[in-house]
Nanobody, 123 residues
Framework: QLQLVESGGGLVQAGGSLRLSCVAS????????MGWFRQAPGQEREFVAA????????SNADSVKGRFAISRDNAKNTVYLQMNSLKPEDTAVYYC????????????????WGQGTQVTISS
């Protein structure tokens, strides 16, 4: 089993920044592609960003391109989501997820999930 714990969420004003972290334990972190997803109340979980095992390949949802960046530090078993120029529509619970194999953008491809961290953007 791979355990994932997110942190870094909070309440910020529109235009501000947050950096989310997700620490993994239990298995070899560098074996996994990692993703960030979010879910707003009453909406389906949606893809935000993903990164392959080495960090050499990333993918971002169109809604966050140019504002969010995913990165990872395999020595620290941690994946990050730097979020800049935040908007009220970014308000959601943010989840990190892991999958063995290559980078994918769909939630069903991911095997392990964290408990989520709340991000709230005020206008």
């Amino acid at each position: 089993q791979l355990q994932l714990v997110e942190s870094g969420g909070g309440l910020v004003q529109a235009g501000g920044s947050l950096r989310l972290s997700c620490v993994a334990s239990g298995r070899t972190f560098s074996s996994y592609a990692m993703g960030w997803f979010r879910q707003a109340p009453g909406q389906e979980r949606e893809f935000v960003a993903a990164i392959n095992w080495s960090g050499g390949t990333t993918s971002n949802a169109d809604s966050v391109k140019g504002r969010f960046a995913i990165s990872r530090d395999n020595a620290k078993n941690t994946v990050y989501l730097q979020m800049n120029s935040l908007k009220p529509e970014d308000t959601a619970v943010y989840y990190c997820a892991a999958r063995s194999g290559g980078l994918r953008v769909g939630a069903p491809f991911y095997d392990y999930w964290g408990q989520g961290t709340q991000v709230t953007i005020s206008s």
